[in-house]
């Protein structure tokens, strides 16, 4: 498969600015692989396709307030510094992403807030954009991160074309996120409410929790035609003893096991055993998912729609098959679907 082969039109009035009023009334759109049937629900109606001993795969990963806003020494010139990932506790350096980056040199020192409590210096450039910060701040790392939360708010994508809003704080997070590293949510969980956790519970569904700290990295464009040359980032991934034993019983059972978004997927497709069972994992993961691909564990999943050309609509068509999605698509479109983060989800069957 070629990149070429991902390309759609997509309207850019279908890019959700705003996620739905209530988090479990969004469309659902039902594919069956196995006959090429598509429903039209409301993803409450999820319900309805799982039974007794079926189990969800969910990312409890959490989102952290990662964009922040300081000023640069003499000039006073506004830099956004986007925080990917902490390198190392005791010395606080970060690894970071600045906006305008041309600007941003080493030995650079960021003041950030109203009264400038916070100064990092830029020790080293990574990527074009990547810098090394190593933030300068009296207290103890424990009223670090506090501070870091407080200056911080809450990454939406760069194509939601609004301020960030309190509302963004709570709906850009799964309910059931706990441990937090992320810098972009597992957008899939976001349909999730408390009561149709409930009401999956009692009906027997059982869940299995893993660990994939999504970075940017999932949303980096693809540049190369040959996608087998394309790499992705890699991102912190754990899986616990619990959630295997979780997982293999239902695959012993031959129970439906739905991953919960791509990242899910990614994840325990990042940890298969010989015999094609989920195997406990802590470490990094570099998985790239595309056509054609085998897939081990789960049998369903659920996701959000996804844009043109991107690495998760690669995942979708090895999955669902490539002339289904491409079908599947068509419809979301027609049927005016909203895309992306705070957007419409699908269940594939």
Request: with cysteine; charged share 30%; aromatic share 10%.
């Amino acid at each position: 498969m070629k990149l070429s082969h991902f390309n759609f039109h997509l309207p850019p009035e279908l890019l959700a600015e705003f996620p739905a009023e209530n988090r479990d009334e969004s469309r659902l759109m039902v594919v069956h692989r196995s006959t090429g049937q598509i429903e039209h629900k409301l993803f409450k109606d999820i319900i309805d396709y799982f039974d007794d001993g079926d189990v969800m795969i969910l990312n409890n990963t959490k989102v952290f307030p990662a964009r922040m806003y300081g000023n640069k020494e003499k000039t006073g010139a506004r830099i956004e510094v986007f925080l990917l990932r902490e390198l190392n506790a005791e010395q606080r350096l970060w690894d970071v992403l600045v906006d305008p980056a041309r600007k941003i040199r080493i030995g650079n020192k960021l003041y950030f807030g109203d009264d400038d409590s916070l100064v990092a210096e830029v020790i080293d450039n990574t990527t074009s954009r990547g810098r090394t910060l190593r933030f300068l701040y009296d207290g103890s790392y424990e009223e670090f991160r506090y501070k870091l939360k407080e200056l911080g708010e809450t990454p939406i994508p760069k194509y939601i074309n609004r301020e960030v809003t309190e509302e963004d704080a709570e709906r850009y997070q799964n309910i059931y996120a706990k441990e937090e590293g992320a810098v972009a949510a597992p957008t899939a969980g976001l349909h999730f409410s408390k009561h149709l956790l409930k009401r999956l519970e009692i009906k027997g569904i059982n869940f299995a929790e893993v660990t994939l700290h999504v970075g940017l990295g999932t949303f980096n464009p693809v540049e190369v035609e040959d996608l087998s040359k394309h790499k992705m980032d890699s991102e912190e991934l754990r899986i616990s003893q619990e959630a295997c034993d979780t997982v293999n019983k239902a695959i012993e059972n031959k129970r439906r096991v739905c991953c919960i978004g791509t990242t899910s997927m990614r994840a325990i497709e990042s940890s298969v055993s010989s015999n094609r069972t989920l195997n406990p994992y802590d470490g990094w993961t570099n998985k790239f998912i595309f056509p054609p691909y085998d897939f081990s564990i789960a049998n369903c999943m659920v996701t959000n729609f996804h844009t043109p050309k991107s690495t998760l609509l690669m995942m979708i068509s090895a999955f669902c098959g490539h002339d289904l999605m491409k079908k599947a698509y068509e419809e979301a479109v027609k049927e005016r679907y909203r895309f992306y983060s705070y957007g419409d989800a699908m269940l594939i069957l």
